[in-house]
């Protein structure tokens, strides 16, 4: 192998014909083998660089869905205030709760939670 990697072109011209033809398979062999590192590597920073981009997009799902979880969370903390108001003072709860918290509101958000809960994982979609 280092025959030929320290063989010019022009010298193994004077070789015999079994010389050459060890000199061109041990280069060959040498190309595979430099190939095969160089397409690893590669496949080894794509996979990497994949990875990188679904963990970022996961975390920016989460940081999305933040302020919608928040909001809901203060409308429960608003409806369970008035419930327990309405229980203190023997009021209809669902009156109270229509004065304090729009039950049409409250509704659509647990609706928007549960949908983005339940929603299955766009990671599974073919990565650009």
């Known amino acids: 192998m ?12 004077d070789f015999n014909a079994s010389r050459r033809h060890a000199l ?33 997009r996961k975390k920016q799902r989460h940081m999305d869905c933040r302020p919608d979880t ?16 309405a229980n203190d ?10 004065q304090e918290v729009d039950r049409r509101s409250l509704a659509l958000s647990l609706g928007r939670q549960r949908g983005s809960l339940s929603r299955p994982d766009s990671a599974t979609k073919a990565v650009r």
Do not use: C, H
């Open 2 to 13: 280092r025959e030929g990697n320290a063989t010019p072109a022009w010298l193994a011209n």
């Open 89 to 98: 003072y023997g009021r209809n709860a669902l009156e109270v709760v229509d």
């Open 24 to 56: 061109i398979v041990a280069q060959v062999i040498k190309l595979v083998q430099k190939l095969t590192d160089d397409a690893l590597t590669m496949f080894i920073k794509l996979m990497g660089r994949l990875f990188s981009q679904a963990n970022n």
């Open 70 to 85: 928040a909001k809901a969370l203060r409308m429960f903390l608003d409806t369970i205030t008035a419930l327990q108001s």
